[in-house]
Structure formats: structure tokens, C-alpha cells
């Protein structure tokens, strides 16, 4: 199993980004996929949610109207649109699946909101 993501970066507050995270070693499109992040000095939590089909999502609170999450099966990618981005958003954000008995991680990417 193998998660990739990219797309992070330093931006100013109020505005986008789209993170993606590509996958491999696995059958993508029959497994749930995940969103977390971790701040400095805080435990990981949990962004966003996407089951195998597409077809429902679910949010952490302080993201929820902001982010979307999305997938796309033929390309065994997932992605996490970031809108109006706050500073409190900072943290290197990680895309994880449970396969195989055990939950599997990226190597994360980091996202710096700061003017």
C-alpha cells in the first residue's frame, strides 16, 4: 500500500487549496478514504471522510462548509478542496485507508496558513 499526497504549500489566510493524495498497492475504488491532520503539539484528528463509491462524505466540525472531500476511482486519487483557509488550519495533513487489518498512512503534506 502506497498513499502519496501533494499539494500543500504556504498560503494566506481566506484563500484555496486543493490537496490529493495518489494510491497504490491496493483496490482504491472498494475502500473508504480518509483525511487527517496533525498540528504542532495536538493530537491527530480527523478532516474529512469519503466512502468507496463517492457517495457519502463526513466532516470534521471546524472544517465542515469550508473543505470538501472527493475521489476519483480511475485514478485511484483522492482529494481534499480547502476553502477560505484559516491560520488554525495549519498542520501536516494525511491521507490514510484501513486495509489489510491495519490503518495505513502517507507521508503527509505539509499546510501553512499565515499572512
Known amino acids: 500500500v502506497q498513499l502519496v499526497e501533494s499539494g500543500g504549500g504556504l498560503v494566506q489566510p481566506g484563500v484555496s487549496l486543493r490537496l490529493s493524495c495518489a494510491a497504490s498497492?491496493?483496490?482504491?475504488?472498494?475502500?473508504?478514504m480518509s483525511w487527517y491532520r496533525q498540528a504542532p503539539g495536538k493530537e491527530r484528528e480527523l478532516v474529512a471522510a469519503?466512502?468507496?463509491?463517492?457517495?457519502?462524505?463526513n466532516y470534521g466540525e471546524s472544517v465542515k462548509g469550508r473543505f470538501t472531500i472527493s475521489r476519483d476511482n480511475a485514478k485511484n486519487t483522492v482529494y481534499l478542496q480547502m476553502n477560505s483557509l484559516k491560520p488554525e488550519d495549519t498542520a501536516v495533513y494525511y491521507c490514510?485507508?484501513?486495509?489489510?487489518?491495519?490503518?495505513?498512512w502517507g507521508q503527509g503534506t505539509q499546510v501553512t496558513v499565515s499572512s
Open positions: 490514510t485507508v484501513y486495509v489489510g487489518r491495519a490503518r495505513k
Open positions: 498497492g491496493f483496490t482504491f475504488s472498494s475502500y473508504p
Open positions: 469519503i466512502t468507496s463509491g463517492g457517495d457519502s462524505t
